[in-house]
């Protein structure tokens, strides 16, 4: 009725149960299948070490459905340059519980956003976080008092919106893109240049956290509107849906791989996002790069291991995701707790 081709979803609960009996992430995929994109917050479970994860496995439900498009949460450092931007300590991270779905599929900014507010909501009225009201006199020369009309928030819920917005330009240039075709051009033209660990100390309790940056963290790279306006690239329709794939840990090896779920699908084998095309290190219709860069290999090739894209079997990372149970077994975090919106933000 009203030619919708965007949803965006900044909300999330802890999951419970495999995405294909999930009736959100069921919804989700109708929606998908449909002709719209659907993006989802991530999650701001992060620092939740609360299953001994050091924040893997929080992904929340319908985020780890592997047909939406999964966004985590980056930190502008308030500069105008992206070359100092870090990844938020409280984005969750991937493998998703139960199905090991490898997310988010990319990053965007989401700490400390500036937009607009209800004045008279709850979060508006009931927040004790005064850091995130916005002096009139930031925006209204000779302006006094806080604004009810804006407000500052930090979250995966503020990231993804970023992402939807992409999306919507990606539609308005092209109203003939799929929705598989948008995901698969977003994640390969994210950046991909990130640091191999960042520290964030959060400013009330001042406790510090490590994050790295692997294929759990920051997906396929960090949202870069402008390279995927400038894109052409093409999934073609015929093979098949752009879903996430996921990821197996070799015990006996002690290495980690992402598996191709489908040899004619997408990420197929044997298609334009196998292991010998942009899931790889071949070229994508001729550009110089892959969506996980020239190193990191879908396929046979280790994602953690002694011969590993992301290092060896002693990396932090590695041993928080692949060296507990809580991760490759049945058990959940403790979601307990409601999701929560992120007030104050990192430094």
């Not at 294909?20 to 299948?33: G, I, R």
């Not at 008092?145 to 308005?172: E, H, R």
């Amino acid at each position: 009725t009203y030619n919708i081709k965007v949803i965006n979803l900044s909300l999330g609960r802890p999951v419970f149960e495999t995405y294909t009996k999930d009736p959100l992430c069921t919804a989700v995929e109708n929606a998908w299948k449909n002709g719209m994109v659907v993006v989802v917050a991530a999650g701001n479970y992060g620092r939740n070490n609360s299953a001994s994860t050091n924040g893997y496995a929080t992904i929340t439900a319908p985020g780890n459905d592997p047909y939406v498009i999964t966004v985590g949460a980056m930190k502008d450092m308030a500069s105008i340059s992206r070359a100092d931007d870090l990844v938020a300590s409280y984005s969750s991270k991937g493998p998703t519980l139960l199905d090991h779905v490898v997310k988010p599929d990319l990053v965007a900014p989401g700490n400390r956003v500036i937009s607009l507010i209800q004045g008279g909501s709850a979060v508006y009225s009931n927040s004790s976080a005064t850091v995130n009201l916005i002096p009139n006199s930031y925006f209204l020369n000779g302006g006094t008092g806080n604004s009810t009309m804006y407000y500052k928030l930090s979250g995966t819920s503020m990231a993804a919106p970023m992402v939807s917005g992409a999306a919507a330009l990606l539609f308005q240039q092209n109203a003939a893109l799929t929705p598989d075709q948008v995901k698969a051009r977003l994640m390969k033209t994210a950046t991909k240049s990130f640091p191999s660990a960042s520290t964030a100390t959060d400013p009330v309790t001042g406790v510090s956290y490590t994050s790295q940056y692997d294929v759990f963290t920051v997906g396929a790279g960090y949202l870069d509107v402008w390279a995927a306006l400038n894109n052409s690239d093409l999934v073609p329709t015929g093979t098949g849906a752009a879903i996430s794939p996921s990821a197996t840990y070799d015990a006996s090896t002690g290495a980690a791989y992402i598996n191709n779920t489908a040899t004619t699908a997408v990420w197929g084998t044997t298609a334009v996002w196998g292991t010998t095309a942009v899931w790889g290190t071949s070229v994508f219709t001729g550009s110089a790069s892959a969506v996980w860069g020239t190193n990191a290999v879908w396929g046979t090739n280790a994602v953690w291991g002694t011969t590993a894209v992301w290092g060896t079997t002693a990396t932090t990372g590695f041993t928080a995701v692949w060296g507990t149970t809580a991760v490759w077994g049945t058990s959940t975090t403790s979601g307990t707790e409601a999701m929560k919106q992120l007030v104050n933000g990192e430094n």
